[in-house]
């Protein structure tokens, strides 16, 4: 599901010295409002991805990401003379069904985050990737049904152990509908509001569970609102 969100063949260059001179002249760095690496997978479809977000209030002018064996993994410099920079950042990589690729480019181990504010505050931050998923949850209702009521619809999904909380993303495209919650582990069903849905028309669900290491296992499936 998140692919509908995918940010794709992005390079960003950065001077690393002016990092290292904002460092200097600002004393210790701050630390991010968030700064995170984690690893998704798509059971329905089997591809993986990892995704990479990184939040400041200030505002971003320059990001470095390094892995643990001291590979830049993204590499970002705002254009010259920009004021205020970027609040947040999310990348996502490719989705390949090659999941052993994909850990030995991304191992598991510490990241370390570096930014520059657009006022040259420096910014320090650090995320563990863990290559452990957690077990796909199974949606219960309405999976693949034809003929959905318009009112009262209930989105429900068997519980996941260890789960500390799940993601229900629900898309309609043409109609520019695309809904994420974030649920705690407790709940596993969810009463749509009657607004979301219009007769004849084909939506796509996704429920993720959530591990405690961040990563998530999202599942996909369709049903069609009932026409009038």
Do not use: C
């Not at 009463?191 to 796509?204: E, F, H, Q, S």
């Amino acid at each position: 599901m998140r692919k509908m969100q995918a940010v794709a063949g992005i390079v960003f260059l950065l001077a690393a010295h002016g990092i290292a001179h904002a460092a200097d002249s600002t004393g210790d760095a701050k630390s991010f409002e968030a700064a995170t690496i984690q690893l998704e997978q798509n059971a329905t479809d089997g591809d993986f991805e990892v995704v990479v977000e990184a939040r400041s209030e200030e505002g971003l002018a320059k990001l470095v990401v390094s892995a643990p064996d001291g590979r830049t993994i993204i590499d970002y410099n705002a254009p010259t003379g920009t004021k205020f920079g970027m609040r947040q950042f999310r990348f996502e990589t490719p989705e390949p069904e090659d999941l052993a690729g994909l850990k030995a480019v991304y191992p598991e181990g510490v990241y370390t985050f570096e930014g520059v504010s657009g006022d040259g505050v420096a910014l320090h931050g650090k995320s563990n990737l863990s290559h452990s998923l957690p077990a796909p949850s199974s949606v219960l209702t309405p999976a693949g049904a034809r003929s959905v009521a318009l009112e009262d619809v209930e989105i429900s999904w068997t519980p996941v152990k260890g789960a500390t909380g799940y993601i229900m993303e629900i898309e309609q495209s043409d109609l520019g509908i695309n809904i994420t919650t974030s649920l705690p582990a407790s709940i596993t069903s969810f009463t749509l509001p009657d607004a979301v849905l219009r007769a004849g028309r084909k939506y796509i669900l996704a429920i993720a569970t959530v591990g405690a290491n961040g990563n998530s296992s999202f599942v996909e499936t369709s049903f069609t609102v009932r026409g009038k």
